[in-house]
Antibody, heavy 121, light 110 residues
Framework: QLQLQESGPGLVKPSETLSLTCTVS??????????WGWIRQPPGKGLEWIGI???????YYNPSLKSRVTISVDTSKNQFSLKLNSVTAADTAVYYC?????????????WGQGTLVTVSS | QSALTQPASVSGSPGQSITISCTGT?????????VSWYQQHPGKAPKLMIY???NRPSGVSNRFSGSKSGNTASLTISGLQAEDEADYYC??????????FGGGTKLTVL
């Protein structure tokens, strides 16, 4: 059974960089059928798609976040990571890592449990 | 502001059927059969309920069904049960962003 687990600091200061890692177990991140992505959800609000990465390193980002986001992959560790720079309070959210597949890789079929990141001084 | 429009809330009594709509544009819902629905209980990660407009993943009850007409997709839950009370999100492929979500609909089982 595929499992995804987010890890990283739960508190980040304004203007600094948010960094999270997702560890994939029960399957290979190098599978040609899947992309690996990040989604976030501010407290009490809806879901926002951040971006995805293929095992080869190809990436696609939400245009609204593209200038601040970097997603990378480490196939040797079966992990992928998210960096979001110049954070503000508006970036406070539960961050989910996920597996994406289907047409245009739109389909999110496995989700991590999520990790709350608070931006505050 | 979400790319896809959903009603903020819907409600129904046990045993009844409800439908949640998800309205997009000709650049997403209307142009692709790549619509999915997710159920989210409080404090939990979303769970995939419907994909490619009307397909159910293994293990999802056949009380859940999906459809699409033009720029609007719909999720129907029949035979409402107490455990169906949750937030529901639609999602669509969109050429501009890859993935667009609806704002979410809170389902209350009366």
């Amino acid at each position: 059974q595929l499992q995804l687990q987010e890890s990283g600091p739960g508190l980040v200061k304004p203007s600094e960089t948010l960094s999270l890692t997702c560890t994939v177990s029960g399957g290979s991140i190098s599978s040609s059928s899947y992309y690996w992505g990040w989604i976030r959800q501010p407290p009490g609000k809806g879901l926002e798609w951040i971006g995805i990465i293929y095992y080869s390193g190809s990436t696609y980002y939400n245009p609204s976040l593209k200038s601040r986001v970097t997603i990378s992959v480490d196939t040797s560790k079966n992990q992928f990571s998210l960096k979001l720079n110049s954070v503000t309070a508006a970036d406070t959210a539960v961050y989910y890592c996920a597996r994406q597949t289907g047409g245009g890789a739109y389909l999110i079929d496995y989700w991590g449990q999520g990790t709350l990141v608070t931006v505050s001084s | 502001q979400s790319a896809l429009t959903q009603p903020a809330s819907v409600s129904g009594s046990p045993g009844q059927s409800i439908t949640i709509s998800c309205t997009g544009t000709s650049s997403d819902v209307g142009d692709y059969n790549y619509v999915s629905w997710y159920q989210q209980h409080p404090g939990k990660a979303p769970k995939l309920m419907i994909y490619d407009v009307s397909n159910r993943p293994s293990g999802v009850s056949n009380r859940f069904s999906g459809s699409k007409s033009g720029n609007t997709a719909s999720l129907t839950i029949s035979g409402l049960q107490a455990e169906d009370e949750a937030d529901y999100y639609c999602s669509s492929y969109t050429s501009g962003t890859t993935v667009a979500f609806g704002g979410g609909t809170k389902l209350t089982v009366l």
